[in-house]
């Protein structure tokens, strides 16, 4: 059954739906197949030419066809409906078909709610504070799309729609904050839903001449630290653990699989714990990048048997983590036969002229200490350059770097150091994380960015453990007291905020607004909203009290609303002109010639006029100064007061 009224649709109304679509799928392309934003964009532009054109809609059997022939492609793109990306996929595309087949009021107000709801997944690929604004001016031009479809008549001036969207987006703020502070917090976020396609960020867990140097041309944050007492360490000790890597074929270092070997567990804290809450950028794998070496664990989290810090599931979202650390330490006294084994391995054959330096090195020291030392002199000594920039390794990497090329990046020198160190029997392996990190003076917190990854080394000594080594540091001392702009002689490639202090210091103060962000917004999770509704005694003890207390927050913030309304309409001096003509029509009403509620001023006049002839002259009048008050641009006062001496002259 048919409804009794089909409500027009407006061409201007759905040409601001349209945009507002557009706006809404346009972030899609930088997150999903090429092809799929833009056969999204193409099916909108389709309609919008068929709306200019005042075309019918497509044929409905046609758009099944097209819509089918377009979720065939998506599963073979994906291989499946599911999925973060291929949800997004299959979303974008229907409803790019759905805009082809408006032909009701109904229909457009369905796209519209389906555009809102585009611009919350846009959430699910970025929580960055950037984007933020993008997305309220397109859920801002949704709304102005539907105060439009729903002025029927279409006579609304452009400016009064776009005052009622900004009234309803100040309404709407209220709410959001209760909902957003007392809504009970899901205990994982959305995004973490299982992705076909996730973008892996950062430190990865292997390592080949090349990989970090990339890392380097990337300004993007890794993570913020801040330090108790606003104390962080001295910037020689700014190491930050992330994957250790044991297991060499030759060219490319690699983790070791650690089923087999047993947790260590015998570190030895020589001098002051650091405590500090580490706030870290989602990577979507599972290491956690402590100061070196971490001393405890907290809530999901675990330290691996080479005393990486891993979280229990991998890091999709922001996520923050209270730690200590000890910069001073004793790790791993003794090793038993297989971490030994795992810790000397080399492939068969590799590297022969490095393993002649190292046997030749070796016959000149004193013992594993001072075999180090020569070998960080040998390093000092040769004419070793430290570039972004370094040539193409070929053949066996380790020699061509050492005897040929000689120009690397820290990769390149952790690489061949732990090969010299094995190749003489001292175990060795080389982590990889970052170094160093720039203090923010207004957060108060020490912001590390993908530009300071790097890598190093770390060997075992006799009665000392496993010890850190830095061959960087023979190389380019510059880069462990200092910065990456002060090692490098060549910079062109680092980012511009690393090259521009000006730069580098408004990146600062933007990085200030997205620590707050992430901290307040991205990382409020159930445990944050626990201990915030704690402190206002409003303990989420059950669903049923969380339900209250949402409700209340609500009433209150209705309550707030009506009173600023109410406030605002009765500080408003009346109409004069309108007044006057209620005066008029009560006068009247008193005679038994009431308006009635669809008449207008002049067919009420004529009325009045056909049944008391005598108030003509009068009624004539006063209806002319009210018509030309009521709709001219400007009031004249004196009109205002012979319309006002009119009404109260009248003596029906």
């Not at 000790?237 to 947790?263: A, C, M």
């Not at 567990?265 to 809450?277: E, R």
């Amino acid at each position: 059954m048919k409804p009794a009224f089909q409500p027009p649709l407006q061409t201007r109304a759905l040409f601001t739906l349209l945009t507002g679509l557009a706006l809404a799928g346009l972030p899609f392309l930088f997150h999903l197949p090429i092809w799929i934003g833009i056969l999204f964009l193409i099916l909108l532009a389709v309609d919008a030419l068929r709306l200019h054109n005042k075309q019918q809609p497509i044929p409905k059997l046609l758009l099944i066809l097209a819509a089918a022939a377009g979720l065939a492609i998506i599963l073979i793109q994906f291989h499946t409906l599911f999925g973060l990306g291929a949800g997004s996929a299959l979303l974008l595309i229907m409803l790019g078909f759905k805009t082809l087949e408006i032909r009701t009021h109904r229909d457009a107000m369905l796209t519209l709610f389906l555009g809102y709801f585009v611009v919350i997944t846009g959430f699910l690929f970025s929580q960055s504070l950037q984007f933020l604004p993008y997305l309220l001016v397109t859920a801002f031009v949704l709304t102005v799309a539907l105060h439009q479809l729903n002025d029927f008549n279409g006579q609304q001036p452009l400016q009064q729609h776009l005052r009622s969207a900004l009234l309803m987006f100040a309404l709407a703020i209220p709410v959001m904050l209760v909902l957003f502070v007392v809504f009970p917090r899901l205990s994982s976020p959305l995004w973490a839903l299982p992705q076909a396609n996730q973008t892996r960020t950062g430190i990865s867990d292997s390592m080949a001449p090349g990989d970090i140097s990339q890392l380097l041309q990337s300004s993007a944050p890794a993570f913020r630290v801040s330090f108790k007492n606003n104390q962080p360490p001295e910037k020689a000790l700014r190491y930050w653990r992330g994957p250790v890597l044991s297991q060499f074929d030759g060219s490319r270092w690699s983790k070791t699989n650690y089923r087999n070997i047993k947790e260590a567990t015998s570190l030895k804290v020589t001098g002051v714990l650091q405590q500090y809450t580490l706030t870290l950028e989602p990577h979507h794998r599972r290491w956690i990048f402590a100061l070196d070496m971490p001393a405890s664990t907290t809530q999901g989290t675990k330290l691996s048997a080479e005393y990486e810090l891993l979280s229990q599931t991998p890091v999709r979202e922001s996520r923050r983590f209270q730690l200590s650390s000890a910069t001073q330490y004793k790790l791993d006294n003794n090793l038993d036969a297989q971490q030994l084994r795992l810790a000397l391995e080399l492939p068969e054959k590799s590297a022969p002229k490095t393993r002649q330096l190292a046997t030749q090195l070796w016959a000149e020291s004193k013992n594993a200490a001072d075999y180090i030392q020569k070998v960080l002199a040998y390093f000092n000594q040769q004419p070793f350059s430290y570039t972004l920039q370094p040539k193409r390794l070929s053949g066996d990497h380790t020699d061509n770097f050492l005897f040929s090329t000689q120009e690397g990046f820290c990769e390149h020198y952790a690489s061949s150091f732990v090969v010299l160190m094995r190749a003489a029997g001292i175990p060795a392996r080389v982590v990889t994380g970052y170094l160093g990190g720039e203090w923010n003076d207004t957060a108060k917190y020490l912001l590390i960015r993908q530009s300071d990854a790097h890598a190093w080394a770390e060997v075992w000594l006799q009665e000392q453990g496993w010890v850190r080594v830095d061959p960087t540091g023979a190389i380019a001392p510059e880069r462990i007291n200092n910065s990456i702009m002060e090692a490098l002689s060549d910079t062109s490639n680092l980012p511009m905020l690393a090259r521009f202090n000006l730069l580098n210091r408004l990146s600062l103060q933007w990085d200030t607004l997205n620590y707050y962000w992430t901290l307040w917004v991205v990382g409020y999770d159930s445990g944050r909203q626990n201990s915030l509704l704690d402190k206002l005694s409003l303990g989420l003890q059950s669903w049923g009290r969380t339900l209250i207390t949402l409700l209340i927050g609500i009433l209150i913030v209705a309550l707030g609303w009506s009173l600023i309304f109410m406030l605002r309409y009765w500080s408003r001096r009346p109409d004069p002109v309108i007044s006057s003509y209620q005066k008029l029509t009560r006068k009247l009403a008193g005679i038994g010639l009431a308006r009635l509620p669809h008449e207008p001023p002049l067919k009420y006049a004529q009325r009045v006029i056909q049944t008391r002839p005598d108030l003509e002259n009068t009624v004539r009048k006063i209806i002319g100064y009210y018509i030309q008050l009521r709709y001219s641009k400007e009031s004249d006062p004196d009109q205002i007061k012979q319309l006002q001496k009119a009404v109260s002259n009248l003596k029906p």
